[in-house]
Every structure is written in C-alpha cells, then in structure tokens.
C-alpha cells in the first residue's frame, strides 16, 4: 500500500494533460483489454479483501472512531451554549 501511494502522490504532481494524453495512448495502443482483465483481477482480489476480518475490524474502528467524534463534538457545542 505504501508503495501504490508514493506512485499516486507522484502522479499527483504531473501536469493533468499529460496524464489524459498518456492513458489515451494506452487505451488505444491495444492495452485496453489488458487493462480490463487485471482490473478485473484485482477487483476479486479486493472483494476476498473486504469480506476478510481484518478489513471488517478496520471499517468497525473507522466507524466507532467517527461516531466517537461526533459525541465529542455535539459535547463542546452543548458545553459553548
């Protein structure tokens, strides 16, 4: 995971056209459904991925995290009152 977001902070950098004329190319240099393929592939890997217990626990933390604070904030607005 590190490794693919030090490649999209670095993507992020380049100029936006540049980025389009590239995936033109490779869209019709006949990648297109090599592309499709491996997408496909890493979407079943994905789901295997989410159906897993420790990316359940991490949305059951994500969600406990955020619930806990939005309980923090209501709390200081009703304290500010």
């Known amino acids: 995971m590190q490794e693919v977001m030090k490649v999209a902070r670095g993507m992020v950098k380049l100029p936006p056209k540049s980025l ?3 995936k033109e190319i ?3 240099g006949g990648l297109r459904e090599e592309l ?3 997408n496909e592939r890493e979407l079943e ?3 295997g991925q989410v ?5 359940l626990g991490a949305i059951r933390g ?3 995290e ?3 604070k939005r309980r923090e904030k209501a709390e200081k607005a ?3 009152l």
């Open 20 to 22: 389009l004329f590239n």
């Open 26 to 28: 490779m869209m019709r």
């Open 36 to 38: 499709l393929r491996v």
């Open 45 to 47: 890997a994905l789901k």
């Open 51 to 55: 159906r897993g217990e420790e990316s």
């Open 62 to 64: 994500f969600k406990e």
């Open 66 to 68: 955020t619930e806990r």
């Open 78 to 80: 009703k304290a500010k």
